[in-house]
Each structure stands twice: as C-alpha cells, then as structure tokens.
C-alpha cells in the first residue's frame, strides 16, 4: 500500500472531494483526519456539512480498516485551527499529510457584493489554507517529511462572472502554493494543488439550485467546456489526482498543479 501508516487530515472532508480524497487515501492505509465547519455559514446559498454527515464519513473510514477521527472545525478561524492540530497531534502523534480542501461559494457580481459575502469565501479557501499550513507545517518541519495538497480550481486558472471572490481565492491558492513550496523543500515537504474541472457535488448543487436550474440543465451549462463529457468529472477523479500527490509516485512534483478538467482549460474559454 502507498500510505501505510500515513496520517492525513482532510480539511472539508465530511462529504464531496474531500471525502474521495479522504477514502482514496485510507484505500491505500492512510488514517485519516477530518477537519469540517460542519454547520452553515450565513452568505453561502446552499447548506455546509452537518454533524452526522461527518460521523457517517468517519465511520465509512472506519469501517475499511483504518483509524479516523472527525474535528469540527472553522478554517476561517485561528482558534479552531489551532485546536484541530493539538487534537491530532495528542491522537496520533504526527501529521503526514495535509489536504486544504474545505471550499464554498455563492454567486455575486463583484459591483453587488457585500463585504461579508467577500470574507467568507476568501477566508475559508485561502485564510483556511494559510491557517492550516502555518499550524501543521511547524510539526512536519519538526519530522523532517511532509505532504501538503491545496484544491483550487480551474476558477484558479480563468474568470467566472459572479464569482470574483471564489477566482480571486482559488488563483491565491495556486500563488500561496509556489511561496510554501519554496519555504519546505528543504526539510522534506512537497506541496502542490489539484485544480477541478466541474464535480457534481452539493457545492453544484447548490449553486444550481440558486440559479433555479434543474439538473440536466445545470450539468448542460457547467459543464459546457469538458471536452470529455462522459465520464464527468467525479469526485474520485479528484481523490486519485491527490492521492498520486500524497504518493512516492509522485515525487518529484513540487510546487506545481494537477488540472483534472476534462480538457477544459486547454481551449479557448
Ligand atoms: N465541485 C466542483 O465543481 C469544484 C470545482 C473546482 C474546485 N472545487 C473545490 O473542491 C473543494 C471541495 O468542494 P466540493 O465540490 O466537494 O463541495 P462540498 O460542498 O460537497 O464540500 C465542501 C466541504 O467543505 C466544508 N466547509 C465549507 N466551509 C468550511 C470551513 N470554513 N471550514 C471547514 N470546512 C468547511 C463543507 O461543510 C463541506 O463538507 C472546494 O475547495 C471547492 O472549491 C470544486
């Protein structure tokens, strides 16, 4: 198995890719940690994770084999993040891997939004990536090894309209992503991001539903720049693409990004 005795946390795990993040890496004998806000958040349109989502996530993990533990915690903030890595570190005693992929999004022209609608998007993709690293970086410097994975997008690679905060947070992804991978290279660390294409998970689903679509026609339209239309992109399509990162497979990739898309970003928008 490629993570035998590997711990990771998965920030936003409890449902959606990281959830296939989290079971493609248990697959492979990793334990697992996840990390959820676990209760809705007031400018996001559509319903964040619940409590029993989480525990029925973990008990899935559970019941492959490996050890699992579900945190709720607020990316966004400094206390709960501190406190999710003291209370895996007192559980397991280390931390191998790191996936930054809690993530929501609404959908607000920028000339419309409200400052609150801004920091609730770019604090949970991008102040939850960098609170997650400045608090499990210290223990993987410590061991010397390390593993860290960030999920932007391919809103981290073009404009979505409606979506400036959500593009604004996912290029910072992929920025914040090329510094950390400068600062740990030399103790051992990789760090590098997968971008999506379109995954029909409840962040979809939401929005969808926002927009009044059903889902023929929602999967018509955000769909529209795969080339690849079947399979869709899934969210173990996702899982693989991180867990080829958190893998020795991979181990000369650093500092870089995995586009998993279908062939979207390699055409014209
Ligand atoms: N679905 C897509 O089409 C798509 C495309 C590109 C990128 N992504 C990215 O994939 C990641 C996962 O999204 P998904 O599609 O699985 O959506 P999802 O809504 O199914 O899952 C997101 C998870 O993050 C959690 N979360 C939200 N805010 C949080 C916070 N502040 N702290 C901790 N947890 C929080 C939610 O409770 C939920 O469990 C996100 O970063 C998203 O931006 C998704």
């Not at 248990?26 to 409590?51: F, L, N, Q, R, W």
Request: hydrophobic content about 40%; charged content about 25%.
């Amino acid at each position: 198995m490629k993570l035998e005795g590997k711990v990771a946390i998965v920030s936003g795990g409890a449902r959606g890719n990281g959830f296939a993040a989290a079971k493609c890496m248990a697959e492979e004998g990793a334990d697992i940690v996840i990390a959820d806000i676990c209760e809705d958040v007031a400018t996001i349109p559509y319903k964040m994770s619940t409590p029993e989502g989480m525990a029925e996530s973990v008990g899935k993990i559970e019941s492959m084999g490996r050890r699992a533990l579900g945190i709720k915690c607020d990316v966004r903030k400094v206390a709960d993040v501190e406190n999710m890595v003291k209370q895996v570190m007192e559980t397991f005693g280390k931390i191998d891997i790191l996936v930054n992929n809690a993530g929501n999004s609404s959908m607000v022209a920028i000339a419309d939004m409200d400052e609150e609608t801004w920091d609730a998007v770019l604090d949970t993709h991008l102040k939850g990536m960098y609170l997650c690293c400045r608090y499990v970086l210290p223990h993987m410097i410590a061991q010397q090894s390390g593993n860290v994975i960030s999920i932007s997008s391919v809103g981290g690679q073009r404009g979505f309209g409606m979506g400036g905060h959500y593009c604004a947070a996912k290029h910072g992804i992929i920025g914040l992503n090329k510094a950390i991978a400068m600062e740990v290279a030399d103790h051992n660390i990789r760090a590098n991001v997968v971008c999506p294409g379109t995954v029909w998970t409840d962040m979809m689903k939401g929005i969808a539903e926002f927009f009044g679509m059903e889902e023929e026609e929602a999967k018509d339209n955000f769909f529209q720049g795969h080339m690849i239309k079947d399979p869709e992109v899934s969210p173990e399509d996702i899982g693989r693409a991180v867990l080829w990162l958190a893998s020795d497979d991979s181990r000369c990739i650093h500092g870089n990004m995995i586009t998993v898309d279908s062939g979207w970003t390699a055409q014209a928008p």
